[in-house]
């Protein structure tokens, strides 16, 4: 409708406008029914009618992540309304498997003073070990302290010539203000266990009473990863080495960035690599383009390019219709 045929309503008079008001309200309440009745339909899925999954739309990797958290919980509640907190009745219960004795530091001894029915106190000679005994140990760790060394470069001077001479650190010492040890602390709880520079600084005062800047622990972390950057690329050497390897990529953040971690198993060792994108030139960086063993993989369409001779065997794990028969 435009403008004048507005104003050719308008001067129909008031019956004419007042009708024309109502028509409208009505088709504008059935176009309301319309979209509820529309809406409704959209938000049904299989859980709240009788449609079957297959007809459920896609969803999102957060709303896919939000319903499980939700299972979850309600999982949880579930449990924790039927169950009480601690072992349950009629539970076997499962102790602490004990050590055996040639692994034992040391062995306490403890007897009682006085019998139980009487009264009279065991003398000196009764208090022996005897053939029956109750075994309970107990793990602790023993004082810990760090060792400081100070070492110490003098100076002397040649009777002959009477130069002087200073003395120089061994290399296995170098100018690190820590040990090789307490390095490889850092470095296992930074690398292994996903520590922060900043809690191995907190963690090393709270432990040890080393006190330590964050730019420290970095620089130890740096030293150790060019340590064994050899020793990594002889892992991957021999890897591929091997007549068959077992190929995997999966995703990995770094400083909070997206990068790639590959892996690369064997029954004897396993090469794991964290790259900047998982795509078939990291693959082949990390394979070679001459390996002509057995790689086992998972039906990832980067490894499709592969020559069939490599004899390609695809992972049980990722093929439902073997997983589920």
Same mark, same amino acid.
């Given at each position: 409708m435009d403008r004048a045929e507005a104003e050719a309503i308008y001067d129909a008079g008031r019956d004419v406008c007042v009708e024309f008001i109502l028509e409208l309200a009505g088709r504008v309440e059935q176009h309301e029914e319309r979209l #509820?009745?529309? *809406?409704?339909?959209l938000r049904q899925d299989s859980r709240t009618s009788s449609r079957p999954p297959s /007809?459920?739309?896609?969803?999102?990797? #957060?709303?896919?992540r939000a319903e499980a958290r939700a299972r979850a919980q309600e999982l949880m509640r579930r449990e924790g309304e039927q169950r009480k907190a601690g072992g349950q009745p009629g539970h076997p219960g499962a102790g602490r498997e004990l050590k055996p004795e040639d692994q034992i530091d040391e062995i306490v001894d403890h007897y009682p003073s006085a019998c139980g029915g009487c009264g009279? *106190?065991?003398?000196?000679?009764?208090r022996r070990p005897g053939r029956r005994f109750g075994r309970h140990q107990v793990a602790e760790l023993p004082p810990i302290s760090v060792v400081w060394t100070e070492h110490r470069t003098h100076q002397l001077r040649c009777r002959r010539c009477r130069a002087r001479t200073s003395a120089r650190l061994a290399q296995e010492i170098g100018a690190c203000a820590f040990g090789p040890r307490l390095q #490889?602390?850092? !470095?296992? /709880?930074t690398a292994r266990h996903r520590v922060s520079r900043r @809690? +191995?600084? *907190? /963690? #090393?005062r709270d432990l040890f009473g080393v006190t /330590?800047?964050? @730019?420290? !622990?970095d620089g130890i972390c740096q030293r150790a990863s060019n340590a064994l950057a050899g020793p990594h690329l002889h892992l991957q050497d021999w890897v591929l080495d091997q007549s068959a390897v077992h190929v995997d990529e999966t995703g990995w953040r770094t400083r909070g960035e997206g990068r790639a971690l590959w892996t690369a198993t064997t029954q004897g060792a396993a090469f794991?690599? +964290?790259a900047e994108h998982c795509n078939r030139e990291q693959f082949t960086a990390l394979v070679g383009s001459a390996y002509l063993g057995i790689i086992v993989s998972d039906r990832w369409n980067g490894y499709s390019h592969l020559d069939p001779n490599h004899e390609i065997k695809t992972s049980m794990e990722h093929r439902p219709s073997l997983r589920s028969g």
């Open positions: #509820a009745r529309l *809406e409704a339909q /007809l459920d739309p896609p969803k999102t990797r #957060a709303q896919r009279r *106190e065991f003398s000196a000679q009764q #490889a602390a850092f !470095v296992t /709880l @809690g +191995i600084c *907190e /963690l #090393a /330590l800047s964050t @730019g420290s !622990v794991f690599q +964290i």
